[in-house]
């Protein structure tokens, strides 16, 4: 997720512009639970797909956000997609706690000038930065411009990962 001018970017391309609450690749949903952790996944093997504005996925990113928002969402997952407090808390959550598979916080990246491609690297990391998906990153690229220009603001340096 991305913040520009109070708006967050992150994941546009997969909310289709922050219309949908859930992941749309119904395909994926089985796959986003990671049973080697010791608390499983209770809530079912396929409820931990993304939600929100970040589109929060996984059942170790539920539990952590969960832990840290003081609400279950290991246990009610469905919470993201059906409560936009929720939704959002999840999402800044997100931006300014966890590093994801990047070095520093999305919130770091951008407001200590590594750029908004270090914000792509720690959400997604290596699905798309160092060449796994470079489609994905430009689009995310020229989503974020569009905005930046929307808002009349400058993009800043380091727009890939």
Not at 122 to 138: K, T
Request: hydrophobic share 30%; net charge negative.
């Amino acid at each position: 997720m991305r913040v520009v001018g109070g708006v967050l970017l992150d994941d546009v391309d997969e909310t289709g512009g922050l219309v949908h609450v859930v992941e749309q690749n119904t395909a994926n949903y089985p796959h986003y639970c990671d049973t080697t952790q010791s608390y499983g996944c209770p809530a079912g093997n396929d409820k931990y797909y993304g939600r929100g504005p970040v589109q929060l996925s996984w059942n170790f990113n539920y539990k952590a956000a969960g832990d840290s928002l003081g609400i279950d969402l290991l246990n009610n997952p469905d919470l993201v997609q059906n409560d936009a407090a929720v939704a959002w808390k999840t999402g800044l959550w997100y931006w300014n706690t966890q590093s994801g598979p990047g070095t520093m916080t999305p919130h770091d990246a951008m407001a200590n000038g590594a750029g908004f491609g270090e914000t792509i690297r720690s959400i997604n990391g290596s699905l798309e930065c160092d060449g796994g998906n470079p489609a994905q990153v430009q689009s995310r690229i020229d989503t974020y411009q569009h905005f930046t220009r929307l808002l009349g603001v400058e993009p800043g340096g380091n727009l890939s990962c």
